[in-house]
């Protein structure tokens, strides 16, 4: 079964710089999450997108924008990094009329 | 996650049952899950419940909810050395709109062969 694709799946890059960060939904989902995760941290909701548009809002910085397009594909784009954004960042889909979420593999950002 | 709560580790030798705990404080969470995360990779939805169920039973998982207490959790039985990872329940609600996950802390299980 085709699962939620990410990419990449590491990235580093340099204080100050910017990234961005591509998730594909499993085929005929049409919500997407993205979650972040610190070191040794739990997840935490930064935000989600129905239809293409912006359906909810967590605790993501003001740095950071995303957006789905007409494909469902997602991006989340990161401008001046700091070192405390080096995190593990989750994509999740949602299928119409379901519930549970289901999580790519994640992409590894490290800013040096 | 501020309102859920796990604890941090569990230990347990393999064959033996593991029981991990959560509690949550949103009464008007929905559903309630359980993933699975193993060292630097993904999440994995082990199994999860209806607010409106007590229990479920899913081969060597069974999760047990006490909505009064608002206390889940999940017994896995026959544990083996495969287990061991971290795990975290989530709740979601429709009052959010979105069903976005608010995450426990995570318990990390060590199984001892």
């Known amino acids: 079964a085709a699962g939620v694709i990410q990419s990449p799946r590491h990235l580093i890059k340099e204080k100050r710089e910017t990234a961005t960060l591509k998730c594909y939904p499993i085929p005929r989902h049409d919500t997407v999450y993205w979650y972040q995760q610190g070191p040794g941290q739990d997840p935490q909701f930064l935000i989600s997108?129905?239809?293409?548009?912006?359906?909810d809002k967590g605790s993501i910085p003001d740095r950071f924008s995303a957006q789905q397009f007409s494909d469902y594909h997602s991006e989340l784009n990161m401008s001046s990094l700091e070192l405390g954004d080096s995190a593990l960042y989750f994509c999740?889909?949602?299928?119409?009329?379901?519930?549970?979420?289901?999580f790519g593999p994640g992409t590894r950002l490290t800013v040096t | 996650g501020e309102d859920v709560e796990q604890s941090l580790f569990l230990s347990v030798r393999e064959g033996d049952s593991s029981v991990i705990n959560c509690t949550y404080t949103d009464s008007s969470s929905t559903y309630l899950y359980w993933y699975k995360q193993e060292p630097g990779a993904g999440l994995q939805l082990l199994t999860y419940?209806?607010?409106?169920?007590d229990m479920k039973q899913d081969q060597r998982l069974t999760v047990l909810l006490n909505k009064k207490d608002k206390h889940l959790s999940l017994r896995i039985a026959d544990t083996q050395t495969g287990d061991s990872a971290i795990y975290f329940c989530?709740?979601?609600?429709?009052?959010?709109?979105?069903?976005?996950?608010?995450f426990g802390t995570g318990t990390r299980l060590k199984v001892l062969a």
């Open positions: 997108f129905y239809e293409k548009m912006q359906s």
């Open positions: 999740a889909s949602r299928a119409q009329g379901g519930h549970e979420q289901y």
């Open positions: 989530a709740e979601s609600s429709p009052t959010s709109g979105t069903y976005k996950y608010i």
């Open positions: 419940i209806f607010s409106n169920m």
